[in-house]
């Protein structure tokens, strides 16, 4: 299926983000752009005025500090104002900015530092100073030469966020947003307009670091066109107001975030406010009331969970007014679904419940202003998509992935097919391969995965077309379903993508552990199957005087501790994420001749989950 791309305007895909920068200091430099709260300071906003000044002042920094055009800079900020300044500071150098997630784990930090052959990287906190400055050592294997530290107690040889975005002839200050207005003129201006009219569609704005199926982290270099060409397409279709506001709270270095709150707030000029802290997120959201949001599965199960906690404590008569109003909600919400007009009737229900009892309790959430919600990166769960049907909040479903720039199909309020992830965003085309895979072309693609060399490995066929590893199929009217996950990447109900192999792998580093398997697709946490190892672990219970038949092994409760402590020992070099929260220890073997293994050893997943279903089920439990 192939949706056309008819935008007003300049070429959308000769376009970049400076360009669009310089336009909304043009068209709207005096609205607010960015916002954030503090203890030293309290709350800031920048006008889209003031975010070029901070832009033009940390890009002369960066280049003083030797940034220059192509290179790869590391960021580890959080969602803080110095995150979301430095990569467009960064971006308009024509640099490459790379953030890195604030749980990834020391090895995978210094994997990204050798891969992106960064020279300098930003981090925030004393505790990164301490994590990262081992990569500066000459035996480290990276390229690293200096670290940029945005925290103020943070010590050591390495430059302070105050000195880089200290433009020349001004006093260094400590916050965002305390530069005089002519900061602009303190740098210097011919050489910040040559750097950014240098920058071109092709040129990459990111490298985004997925999981690999070999546990290596992938590097996708992903170009002006492709995030421009996604932002505009989804900002044809989204029906939020102009200049809306957008909170920001998931890792900007998930391409989903970097889409959600910094290209297509610049797109539309709309209003980015940051929180550093995801376990506020209700919070933020009651003090902003938002006209749009976006979680991936896992918030959308707290609100829920939230919501229904309240509600079960309200009097009978109350909950049996919002069981009522859930019930019109929902018929409402299905006649929409199917294309139709609601009937007078229907139509005078709704809005006579929405009124007296959803509007009121929407309210105290702060989601009262709520026009477009969305959720990605995993299934939703049934029963949540009917919660927020009570409410008559459709939470449109989106798919995508990295090597597409973020969405590439989504359902919208007026075109929705619960359970499906939409139709294919404009300029965008989907096809379903003969054996089922999911196939996708357009000006979204990725260019590639960065090699460590620097150079790029392009993934489409000749035809340009690219391979997504997911199963799924388009009904009759172009609403594509995801049927099932060809690739073996879990993704977590937070949205996070894991390779299972690595966490496997680790697992079996301690002899007593012979096979292993993560399981936590569509999960909060990660959960896990083990088998002693056939030769050692007897082995190991002679050594330690243990006397008990090899199949009687697993529920000794001194090889149990062994092997709660490897686990113990395997989570400590795993990040949060990645980390086993629960296992179990199986009796027997895994092989191929009982079906868990194919005849290469390799793990049959789908097998192993049906197999044991019951077992997994109760790590849930």
């Not at 090889?559 to 402590?565: M, T, W």
Request: net charge negative; proline share 7%.
């Amino acid at each position: 299926m192939t949706t056309s791309l008819r935008l007003p305007g300049d070429d959308p895909e000769q376009l970049t983000v400076p360009q669009l920068l310089l336009r909304n200091v043009r068209d709207h430099g005096e609205l607010p752009a960015l916002s954030w709260q503090s203890e030293e300071s309290g709350g800031t906003t920048l006008t889209w005025a003031e975010v070029r000044q901070e832009v033009a002042a940390l890009a002369a920094g960066f280049a003083a500090a030797g940034v220059r055009r192509g290179e790869h800079v590391l960021l580890k900020l959080g969602n803080t104002p110095e995150h979301w300044l430095s990569d467009l500071a960064l971006v308009h150098l024509g640099a490459v900015p790379v953030s890195v997630y604030g749980t990834a784990a020391p090895d995978q930090i210094a994997y990204i530092a050798r891969h992106s052959r960064a020279r300098l990287a930003v981090v925030g906190s004393a505790a990164d100073v301490a994590c990262w400055e081992p990569l500066l050592e000459p035996d480290a294997g990276t390229r690293l030469e200096r670290l940029v530290v945005t925290e103020p107690s943070a010590t050591g040889p390495h430059t302070h966020w105050s000195t880089l975005r200290r433009p020349a002839g001004q006093p260094a200050s400590e916050e965002p947003g305390e530069e005089p207005a002519d900061a602009v003129d303190a740098v210097d201006a011919a050489e910040f307009e040559e750097s950014l009219r240098s920058v071109r569609a092709d040129d990459p704005v990111t490298v985004v670091y997925t999981s690999g199926t070999t546990g290596d982290p992938k590097g996708a270099v992903i170009t002006h066109r492709n995030v421009l060409c996604d932002a505009l397409a989804l900002d044809a279709v989204i029906p939020v107001p102009p200049h809306s506001d957008h909170l920001c709270y998931l890792p900007l270095a998930h391409i989903a975030e970097r889409m959600l709150s910094i290209y297509l707030p610049i797109v539309r000029a709309s209003h980015v406010h940051l929180c550093p802290d995801p376990a506020r997120i209700a919070d933020h959201v009651r003090e902003l009331r938002p006209e749009e949001f976006f979680g991936v599965p896992r918030v959308w199960e707290k609100l829920t969970a939230a919501l229904r906690a309240g509600l079960d404590a309200l009097p009978p008569e109350r909950r049996a007014a919002l069981e009522e109003a859930g019930r019109v909600a929902r018929a409402h919400v299905r006649c929409r679904e199917r294309g139709e007009r609601p009937s007078p009737q229907l139509a005078d229900d709704f809005a006579k419940v929405q009124d007296e009892v959803i509007r009121p309790l929407l309210t105290l959430a702060g989601l009262d202003r709520l026009v477009w919600a969305a959720s990605a990166s995993a299934p939703l769960p049934p029963d949540v998509l009917d919660f927020w049907a009570g409410l008559g909040i459709v939470v449109m479903d989106v798919w995508g992935m990295t090597e597409t720039s973020g969405a590439l199909t989504l359902n919208t309020p007026d075109a929705f097919r619960l359970g499906s992830v939409g139709r294919p965003v404009a300029g965008s085309e989907v096809r379903i391969a003969p054996d089922g895979e999911i196939e996708v072309r357009g000006p979204l693609l990725f260019q590639g995965y960065l090699r460590a060399d620097g150079s790029i490995e392009s993934v489409t066929g000749p035809d340009g077309w690219f391979a997504t590893g997911d199963v799924g199929r388009l009904d009759e009217d172009g609403f594509l379903w995801i049927t099932d996950r060809k690739k073996e990447i879990i993704v977590t109900s937070t949205g996070k993508n894991v390779s299972p192999a690595l966490v496997e792998n680790v697992l079996k580093e301690h002899p007593l552990i012979g096979q292993a398997m993560a399981y936590g697709d569509g999960r909060s946490y990660l959960v896990a199957l083990l088998v002693l190892d056939a030769e050692a672990a007897p082995a190991w219970a002679a050594r330690h005087g243990i006397e008990a038949a090899p199949g009687q092994l697993a529920a000794h409760p001194e090889v149990r501790a062994e092997v709660d402590r490897a686990v113990e020992a395997a989570n400590a070099r795993l990040n949060r994420t990645e980390q086993i929260k629960r296992y179990r220890l199986l009796e027997d073997e895994w092989s191929p001749l009982t079906g868990e293994l194919t005849p290469s050893m390799k793990l049959r997943r789908r097998v192993l989950v049906e197999k044991f279903g019951s077992r997994i089920a109760e790590l849930y439990a």
